[in-house]
């Protein structure tokens, strides 16, 4: 930002807006001074800011009692608790560590290479599991004997619960406790499997295959994760599509949460790119920010539209389809449901599997510093907290993005635990029902899974971020 931004900016919080200085002479403790952070950067973008007492201009109006207020509270993450205490409110994240938050955006984790389902059986709610839903290639997991399909009921020793599951399975070894899954029931088996987590950088184009039926060439992709350092592995993914000359194309997001609204627009491109320069995503946001990108005559930055390269430069290579289809579960979220959603204005979109998650709200990493950017000269470097709070609802051209409760599968599908198949090849449900449906044979009466309640999952465990909002000019 330029001196007279920065200026108009500090308006929006009237005085002590990172611009004034009546309190820096003020004693902080380090928990105060994050706090002061904490509060400003949610009064000033979160999404439902005017409808949080806590976050009312007024608070400002009163030093001392500004700080009082801040001083009430344990930690950074009281506060932030206490502000997004709001029903529609279930995705907002503070971070006491950006750098860790930064890796996790990029894909590198602590993990063994399970990648897991927790589930629950509706009619018995003490009935808490896991099963493994894929192996990450070189990791731990993938030297042991488990595989996609298998079942583990506790962690060493101790039988997963809705209070105990994540501290156990947080842990950077462990032994998991197999079982048997016969007939909905789970039943140990006596064997276990010794886990150690590493530092892992995963690549979300999971799998990719082409399948021939007559004339058709019918691309498959799973895609596992919107991470704006994959956007050129993803491209070269369609380039080969291309040469093998593809014609319709199927696009796993089952178990994908989620990542960066740029590169879902760029996959939108790499799927058609006759939209180029057209609108693909409008940004809603709380009346600050609009009012004060609009006096900077800056409204363009609540539009996200077409692009046609990826975020270093390459040419997009695109099929040029008019109709896709998309295989989704319960954990497809953010980024992965804003590319369903917003598609389907421009082309055919057929969504199989089940309902998603129905996250319809995006994120901008904020961190602590005059205009909340890490680039800021004045970034202040005494701790690591960031925040990803809510700070704006994403809609499709036509301004419609009422998803919250996901988007519905016309051709609706549960994986079912017992008969899960191999992923990429028909034996797989999803992937058969997906592939007659492009054949032209209807599969809408295939009978779905036993339906169990789903708790979580590996990556919702590790927190990864949804929707991010990555080049949002401070």
Known sequence: MNSQKILLFCLLSSFLFSCSDDLDDQNFTSKTDINDFVWKAMNDYYFWQKDVPDLNDNKLLDGRAYVNFLESFSSPEALFDQVIKRPDDRFSLIYSNYNELEQLLSGTNKTNGVEYGINRKQSNPDVLYGWVRYILPNSDASSKNIKRGDIFYAVNGTPLTISNYRGLLAQDNYTLSMANFDNGNITPNGQSIALTKTVYSENPVYLTSVFT????????????????????????????????????????????PGGSVSTSARLASMINNSFAGQVFVKQQWNEKVINFYASQNNSEIFNTRFPSTTNTGQAINSLGLNHIFFITSRSSASASELLIHNLKPFIGVTQIGHTTTGKNVGSILMYDSPNYSKNHSKLNRSHNYVLLPIVFKSANRDGNGDYANGIEAQIPYIENIANLGVLGQESDPLLHIALEHVRGRSMSNMPSGEVFEQISDSKTDRNLPGMIFENFDF
């Open 213 to 256: 039926h007559q004339a058709k060439k019918i691309g498959y992709l799973m895609y596992n994760g919107f991470f704006s350092n994959s956007e050129n592995a993803l491209n070269q993914v369609f380039a080969t599509f291309i040469a093998q000359g593809v014609t319709h194309l199927i696009i796993d997001l089952r178990y994908n």
